[in-house]
């Protein structure tokens, strides 16, 4: 009965490493999002997911981001040749497709770049 | 233009005051509008949704105007636990659409 999970929690890794973070939606939900905060600031939309449709990547902000949805359930966020601006709270989403549901979020991984 | 615009804040509110955030987006085909709390350091989850009649929970208060396309959150007799920040959400972009558009947030403080 476990809500989104999101491995690992937190992750420090060097310049120019390549980083993959993991989401793990909740049973069921087809729709699965990702977002990145960084210190302070709003959600940025990165990608969504729904069902085998072909997903909406129009927030990534660059091609060293990419993300990949097996099975259509568990959601792997790759960044490659990691920058440090890419330092940021990396959070996914699930929710069921239709009108007026509940979105639920996992609680993120903090990503470091040094 | 951005689909979801909100304040950013932060209102910084005395306990027991009343506050009112507005949020305006862009698409108008948007069937769906919710208001989510993010606290510090944690994820966002669920305030309540927005119907168009008003609707109402304890000392929150959601509107929706659809002509000009704006959503509205009233919060009476603040609290120290409402301090938060306040994510507009609505469906869209794309008609039919129930893909979740969330703003930037705006920030409320209350302060004792």
């Known amino acids: 009965g476990a809500g989104v999970s999101q491995s690992p929690s937190n992750k420090v890794t060097e310049k120019g490493k390549d980083v993959e973070l993991r989401c793990d939606p909740i049973?069921?939900?087809?729709?699965l999002y990702w977002y990145r905060q960084s210190l302070g600031q709003g959600l940025e939309f990165l990608i969504y997911?729904?069902?085998?449709?072909?997903?909406?990547k129009s927030g990534l902000p660059s091609d060293r981001f990419s993300a990949e949805r097996t099975g259509g359930s568990v959601s792997t966020l790759t960044i490659q040749r990691t920058q440090q601006e890419d330092s940021a709270v990396y959070l996914c989403?699930?929710?069921?497709?239709?009108?007026?549901?509940?979105?639920?979020f996992g609680q993120g991984t903090r990503l470091t770049v040094v | 233009r951005k689909e979801v615009e909100q304040d950013p804040g932060p209102f910084n509110v005395p306990e027991g005051a009343t506050v009112a955030f507005n949020c305006t987006y862009s698409?108008?085909?948007?069937?769906?509008f919710f208001w989510y709390r993010q606290d510090c350091r944690k994820e966002p989850k669920l305030l309540m949704s927005?119907?168009?009649s008003g609707n109402e929970d304890g000392r929150f208060t959601a509107q929706l105007n659809r002509a000009s396309q704006y959503i509205s959150l009233l919060i009476r007799d603040s609290k120290l636990s409402d301090s938060a920040t306040y994510l507009c959400?609505?469906?869209?972009?794309?008609?039919?659409?129930?893909?979740?558009?969330f703003g930037k947030g705006t920030k409320l403080s209350v302060i004792p």
């Open positions: 927005v119907y168009s």
């Open positions: 959400v609505v469906t869209g972009p794309g008609a039919g659409s129930y893909q979740l558009t």
């Open positions: 698409n108008s085909a948007s069937q769906s």
């Open positions: 049973s069921g939900h087809t729709a």
């Open positions: 989403a699930s929710s069921f497709p239709n009108k007026n549901t509940e979105a639920f």
């Open positions: 997911f729904q069902g085998n449709s072909a997903p909406d």
